[in-house]
C-alpha cells in the first residue's frame, strides 16, 4: 500500500468527534437498540437525554388492563373454545389415520415380505405403489388440512386477534 492510501485508512477509521455527533452513529442500530458499551461517551449521553424524554410504558398504560389478563379472559372465552374445539376435531383423527397407515406399511414391509414384493407392473411392485401413496397421503392430508382450517377457523380466529388487539390498546 502506498503512504496516501494508508494515510486515508487512517483517517476512515479514525474516531469521531463532537462535531460528527449529529450524524448517526454505528453504535445505534437500525431496530433502535444501542450498543452501550461500544459507543463514545457523547452518543450515550445522547441516548440518555433520548430515554429520559420518551415516556415510560408504566405511564402509558396505567388505565389500560393488563396483557396477561386480556389473554387470559381471552383463552377462557367460547368463541377461543369453539375455535380450539374445531382444531381437534380434525387434528387428532387425521393424525391417528395418518400413523395407523405408516404403521401399516411398516408392519407389512416387516411381515408380509411376499406381499411387498408381488409385481404390479414390470419392476414395480406393492411396496412401491404403498411407500409412493404414503407421499400422495402426506399432500392430500395438507391439502385437507388448509381446506377445513380457512373454512371452519381462520376467519373466527382472525376476528378474536382483532378483538385483542383493540382490548390492548
Known amino acids: 500500500m502506498s503512504p496516501q492510501e494508508l494515510q486515508d485508512l487512517a483517517a476512515a ?10 450524524t448517526e452513529h454505528p453504535t445505534e442500530l437500525q431496530e433502535g437498540s444501542f450498543d452501550w458499551w461500544s459507543a463514545p461517551a457523547a452518543v450515550r449521553e445522547k441516548q440518555e437525554q433520548r430515554r429520559e424524554q420518551e415516556p415510560t ?11 396477561a389478563d386480556i389473554y387470559r379472559a381471552v ?9 380450539r374445539a374445531r382444531y381437534r376435531s380434525f387434528v387428532f383423527p387425521a393424525t391417528a389415520a395418518f400413523l395407523l397407515w405408516y404403521l401399516l406399511y411398516v408392519v407389512l414391509a416387516v411381515s408380509a415380505p411376499q406381499l411387498m414384493a408381488r409385481p404390479i407392473a414390470g419392476p414395480f411392485n406393492t411396496a412401491w405403489l404403498l411407500g409412493l401413496l404414503q407421499f400422495a397421503s402426506t399432500f392430500l392430508l395438507t391439502w385437507l388440512y388448509a381446506r377445513h382450517a380457512r373454512a ?4 373466527a380466529a382472525l376476528g378474536l386477534r382483532w378483538e385483542t388487539q383493540d382490548r390492548l390498546r
Do not use: K, L, M
Not at 477509521?13 to 449529529?22: G, I, M, Y
Not at 383463552?75 to 375455535?83: A, D, K, L, M, T
Not at 371452519?152 to 376467519?155: A, E, I, L, S, V
Open 57 to 67: 410504558t408504566a405511564d402509558a398504560s396505567a388505565d389500560a388492563p393488563a396483557a
Open 152 to 155: 371452519h377457523r381462520d376467519r
Open 75 to 83: 383463552h377462557e372465552s367460547p368463541e377461543f373454545r369453539e375455535i
Open 13 to 22: 477509521e479514525a474516531p469521531t468527534t463532537a462535531a460528527d455527533d449529529s
